[in-house]
């Protein structure tokens, strides 16, 4: 078996169903369910995915990882259920993983869509993630929600984009915000503890301010209109909900405020 498909998915019932028929060429095509109270596991079944079972956890690199142990593939690509691998893609990773490449891992560009406008300046394309790699080579840490894949050994990169749709309407956009930054949030308060005025300085209005002003001046975000204004702002404002999250948490659950080691001691 040349190629296994790797893919997590919660509660994804609208958009599974085409990111599975992306890549129906594959050998094999893996969902870990995680605690999805649609017919998620159901669709996925139906468009010919072997479907396993976890409980959900607020880290999704944790199941990531369990989802490629699952595999048998000598290769895994892992994606997302809001992600597309089109023809030209296909064709591309077809043709590098039956050549028996030295590089144990690829990075693969990825054209990211906001409200159904593709972004291309901002640096939102292209945004490379690696996700082609070699079976037992790769493996997500598990520290923080933003982290890549890593893999051990050489490298390359592919040519052809892969399609990305995280948000088709500003209420999804939202929805995900409030996960994300809750779990933010909480990696805060393991490691500083108690909300400090200079972190959120530092980290709430200056990165704040600093990464809008990278993707929408520096980097050329204004040329993509007024969704690329939106995207820009929204993302600068999620490190202030971050913050936010953080100082109410200190003042109405201090026990959750504690970092790990204060928590064992006390």
């Not at 893609?89 to 990075?107: D, M, N």
């Not at 972004?119 to 079976?135: A, S, T, V």
């Not at 995900?176 to 108690?194: E, I, S």
Request: a positive charge.
């Amino acid at each position: 078996m040349l190629l296994s498909v790797c893919m997590i998915a919660r509660n994804e019932a609208s958009q599974i169903g085409a990111a599975l028929e992306s890549v129906a060429w594959a050998d094999e095509r893996i969902v870990l369910d995680c605690g999805s109270t649609d017919n998620t596991a159901e669709i996925a079944s139906k468009h010919g995915a072997q479907v396993y079972y976890a409980e959900h956890t607020p880290n999704l690199n944790v199941n990531k990882n369990r989802c490629f142990q699952l595999a048998r593939g000598e290769w895994i690509l892992s994606l997302d259920a809001d992600e597309r691998v089109p023809p030209a893609l296909a064709e591309e990773i077809r043709k590098v993983i039956t050549t028996a490449p030295p590089e144990k891992g690829f990075w693969v560009p990825r054209r990211n869509w906001f409200l159904g406008h593709p972004l291309r300046y901002g640096r939102q394309y292209p945004d490379y993630q690696l996700r082609l790699f070699r079976r037992g080579y790769g493996a997500f840490p598990e520290g923080h929600i933003h982290e890549y894949l890593q893999v051990r050994g050489p490298v390359g990169y592919l040519n052809n984009p892969l399609e990305h749709f995280p948000y088709r309407t500003l209420s999804q956009y939202l929805a995900k915000v409030d996960r994300d930054t809750d779990f933010l949030a909480q990696h805060l308060c393991q490691q500083y503890g108690q909300f400090r005025t200079s972190v959120f300085l530092r980290q709430g209005i200056w990165r704040s301010l600093r990464r809008f002003l990278e993707r929408y001046c520096l980097w050329g975000g204004f040329r993509d209109g007024f969704p690329g204004f939106l995207a820009a702002w929204l993302d600068s404002v999620n490190i202030i909900l971050t913050m936010a999250k953080w100082w109410y948490r200190s003042q109405h659950e201090p026990s959750h405020a504690l970092p790990e080691t204060d928590r064992v001691l006390r």
